[in-house]
């Protein structure tokens, strides 16, 4: 797959920078100071028990969460100030747990209805080359979809916008083990080409293969930053922190 992305090194830039991120939903206050960054063509995941905060981290850095305190750098500009429309036009993607899919469009109405919001987005040609499935399901209804082309569809109507940073809330959640080994290799090439991913994630077993970095949260914080070459001599701690 060739495209714009395939130019960037990973470690080349800090993209993503957030620091001192406090979030709130009505006077919960759901987010106490998270702190991570994330460089020019990594995969990090952020890994946690519900509840621990990781989709609400999600939520603020693409704008949407209610109220929200502290600094989020995105490619170098301060976006805690910003509206979601304007975060999205820095180039960050994001692709909800609840993936957002239209029902009553057509995938092929579903894939160009997002804006293009920089130069570099994948061609067509370029997302069935990812996403096969899509191809021959370009007329059916977003009903008629299972649940791994619902998520293939909600992932690739982003890389059509130029979005450079992905956000990726829990892709394997209720997926069959055959779809989830297809998501997992579509995020490896998707890191291959150059993309930036931040992936929420359950499952640390699937994401260990391609991530460079696991960020742990508990109770609204990050608490922990495992390598993934030291995942193997972490494994004790990290089941301490996502056992219930």
């Not at 460089?39 to 990090?44: L, M, P, S």
Request: aromatic residues 6%; charged residues 20%.
């Amino acid at each position: 797959m060739s495209s714009a992305a395939a130019s960037r090194h990973p470690g080349s830039e800090v993209l993503l920078a957030v620091k001192d991120l406090h979030a709130w939903y009505g006077e919960s206050h759901v987010l106490h100071g998270v702190e991570f960054e994330v460089r020019a063509g990594e995969v990090v995941t952020l890994l946690g028990r519900n509840g621990a905060g990781k989709t609400t981290t999600l939520k603020s850095i693409i704008g949407i969460a209610p109220q929200r305190r502290g600094s989020i750098r995105l490619m170098g500009r301060e976006s805690v100030g910003l509206s979601s429309r304007q975060v999205a036009r820095l180039g960050v993607g994001y692709v909800p747990e609840e993936r957002g899919i239209f029902a009553s469009l057509s995938v092929k109405e579903n894939l160009e209805l997002p804006p293009i919001v920089q130069t570099g987005g994948l061609t067509s040609g370029q997302i069935f080359e990812l996403f096969p499935n899509l191809r021959s399901r370009l007329t059916s209804q977003g009903t008629k979809l299972s649940g791994g082309e619902q998520q293939m569809l909600a992932i690739a109507r982003i890389l059509r916008t130029g979005a450079r940073l992905l956000l990726l809330d829990e892709p394997t959640e209720g997926l069959a083990p055959v779809i989830v080994e297809q998501i997992g290799r579509m995020v490896a090439q998707l890191k291959q080409a150059g993309f930036t991913i931040v992936l929420v994630e359950q499952n640390f077993r699937f994401a260990r293969t391609f991530a460079d970095r696991h960020y742990v949260m508990d109770q609204g914080r990050v608490v922990e930053m495992i390598p993934s070459s030291e995942i193997d001599t972490s494994m004790d701690k990290l089941h301490s922190y996502l056992s219930a």
